[in-house]
C-alpha cells in the first residue's frame, strides 16, 4: 500500500515570497491534515479536512496560509507571503475516518524562510 | 495551546533497558495514541488506546491509561538503539471536535 506522499521535501525562501506544498494521501482516506511543526516541538494541526469539506482550520493563519483538497483527494497548502517564523516541517497526514483511526503521516516538507 | 504534556521531556537509557513515557492531558477524550518520530522523518502510529480501555500491548510496547487522572504511560520493554526516537502521545477527539492535539513529545535515546 502506497504511503502520504508529499512534495517537495524541501524548500527554501526569502521572506514575503510565497511557497505551495502538495500532499497525496493514502487512497481511500477521507480525512486529511495539514500539521506544523517547529523544531523541538509536536506538531500543531493548521487545518483538518473531511472529503473535500473543512472540519477544522482554527488555528490557520488565514491572513496568510490557505488550503485546499481537491475532489477531496490531493491537496495543497499554500503561504503568502511567508513570514521567518514560518520556518518549519509541514506534516501531511490521513487517515480512514476522522476521530477514531490513526492517522498515516508523509515524510514532510521542510521550509526554511530566509 | 497544546493539550498532552509529555514527561520527561529527554530520556536517556542503556540498551536492554526499559524506558517509560508519560502524558497528560487537561480535558475528556475519546482516544489517545501514541506516535514515534525518528529525526527528519514523517511520524509513525504506535498504538491507539480508547477511553473505556486500561491497557493495551502491542510487541515491546505497553500503553496504560488512566481516564481519572487524565494520563497516559508509554513503556518500551527490552529498548534497542533502534528505538532512539521521538516520542509524542495525541489527545482526541473531546466532545464537539474531530482534532487530535499532540504533546510537546520525549527524545529518548538509547546507548548501545
Known amino acids: 500500500e502506497a504511503g502520504v506522499a508529499q512534495s517537495p521535501r524541501y524548500k527554501i525562501i526569502e521572506k514575503r515570497q510565497s511557497v505551495a506544498f502538495w500532499c497525496n494521501p493514502i487512497?481511500?482516506?477521507?480525512?486529511l491534515y495539514w500539521y506544523q511543526q517547529i523544531l523541538g516541538q509536536g506538531p500543531k494541526l493548521l487545518i483538518q479536512f473531511q472529503n473535500n469539506g473543512v472540519v477544522d482550520d482554527s488555528q490557520l493563519p488565514k491572513d496568510r496560509f490557505s488550503a485546499e483538497r481537491l475532489k477531496g483527494v490531493d491537496s495543497t497548502l499554500k503561504i503568502q507571503p511567508a513570514k521567518l517564523e514560518d520556518s518549519a516541517v509541514y506534516l501531511c497526514?490521513?487517515?480512514?475516518?476522522?476521530?477514531?483511526?490513526?492517522?498515516?503521516f508523509g515524510p514532510g516538507t521542510r521550509l526554511t524562510v530566509l | 495551546s497544546q493539550q498532552g504534556e509529555e514527561d520527561p521531556q529527554a530520556l536517556s537509557i542503556q540498551e536492554g533497558e526499559n524506558a517509560t513515557m508519560n502524558c497528560s492531558y487537561k480535558t475528556s477524550i475519546n482516544n489517545l495514541q501514541w506516535y514515534r518520530q525518528n529525526s527528519g522523518r514523517g511520524l509513525v502510529h504506535l498504538i491507539l488506546?480508547?477511553?473505556?480501555?486500561r491497557e493495551k500491548h502491542s510487541g515491546r510496547l505497553r500503553v496504560t491509561l488512566d481516564t481519572s487522572k487524565k494520563s497516559s504511560s508509554l513503556l518500551i520493554t527490552a529498548s534497542r538503539a533502534a528505538d532512539t526516537a521521538s516520542y509524542f502521545c495525541a489527545t482526541g477527539p473531546s466532545t464537539g471536535t474531530y482534532k487530535y492535539i499532540f504533546g510537546t513529545g520525549t527524545r529518548l535515546k538509547v546507548l548501545a
Open positions: 487512497s481511500g482516506h477521507a480525512t
Open positions: 488506546i480508547r477511553s473505556n480501555e
Open positions: 497526514a490521513s487517515s480512514l475516518q476522522q476521530g477514531r483511526n490513526e492517522q498515516f
